[in-house]
């Protein structure tokens, strides 16, 4: 069955630090990959996305996500982290049901914390 | 401004009434969702449609019932048969209905729903 996993349920970085989020998923055809970031009380914001091409990945806000076949891997990086990242990191895989069915699963999350 | 609208902000029930939740998107999508999301649970699909008229239930869709009479439009009822409703609401919607499921997702801001 298809799924995602983010091993970290709650991660703290010092401002400044840099970061990495993990993302595990299990589909046996091509992954069409997403990170989302949601602030308390809000809405989910797309980061990046993972489609084709090059592995490594440029979103919003300085992230970056690299994409890994062989580790069926899609980690989430920051080389900096800044205090207003603190929210909670969704990963999302895009499932193919068969013709235009389909849909995005999602793992539980990340909550990131930032320490000053 | 393009966006997708979410009302209530917040939402109060009493045991054994329905109550319905508004999603509205100006993007022009053909696809919407419904997903809730628990704490420590990710985010859970109830119900999509790809086009006017027609839906399909997602993974939770007991207790829950919706309708897509116009294309902006796709409200949420969560009935008096859904035991535990208290829960984060997000509605999403994506432009292409046959992307099979691969399509960006975009989030309105939720509604929180307390059953008192």
């Known amino acids: 069955a298809q799924s995602v996993t983010q091993p970290d349920i709650h991660i703290t970085v010092s401002e400044g630090a840099s970061l990495e989020l993990r993302c595990n998923y299990s589909?046996?055809?091509?992954?069409?990959l997403f990170w989302y970031v949601q602030s308390p009380g809000q809405g989910l914001q797309l980061l990046l996305k993972y489609f084709s091409g090059d592995t490594l990945v440029q979103g919003i806000k300085g992230f970056e996500a690299e994409f890994k076949r062989s580790q069926s891997s899609f980690n989430l990086r920051k080389p900096s982290v800044h205090w207003s990242d603190a929210a909670e990191y969704f990963c999302?895989?895009?499932?193919?049901?068969?013709?235009?069915?389909?849909?995005?699963?999602f793992g539980k999350g990340t909550k990131l914390s930032v320490k000053p | 401004d393009g966006g997708i609208t979410q009302s209530p902000k917040y939402l109060f029930r009493k045991e054994g009434q329905n109550v319905t939740l508004s999603c509205e998107q100006n993007?022009?999508?053909?696809?919407m969702y419904w997903y809730r999301q628990d704490p420590g649970q990710g985010l859970r699909l109830i119900y999509y449609s790809q086009i006017v008229n027609d839906f399909q239930k997602g993974d939770i869709a007991e207790g829950y019932s919706v309708s897509r009479e116009k294309k902006e439009s796709f409200p949420l009822t969560v009935t008096s048969a859904q035991k535990n409703p208290t829960a984060f609401y997000l509605c999403a919607s994506s432009p292409d209905r046959t992307s099979g499921g691969t399509d960006t997702q975009y989030f309105g801001p939720g509604t929180r729903l307390t059953v008192l």
């Open positions: 589909y046996g055809a091509t992954p069409y």
């Open positions: 993007l022009n999508h053909d696809a």
């Open positions: 999302a895989v895009g499932v193919n049901y068969g013709g235009s069915q389909g849909n995005l699963i």
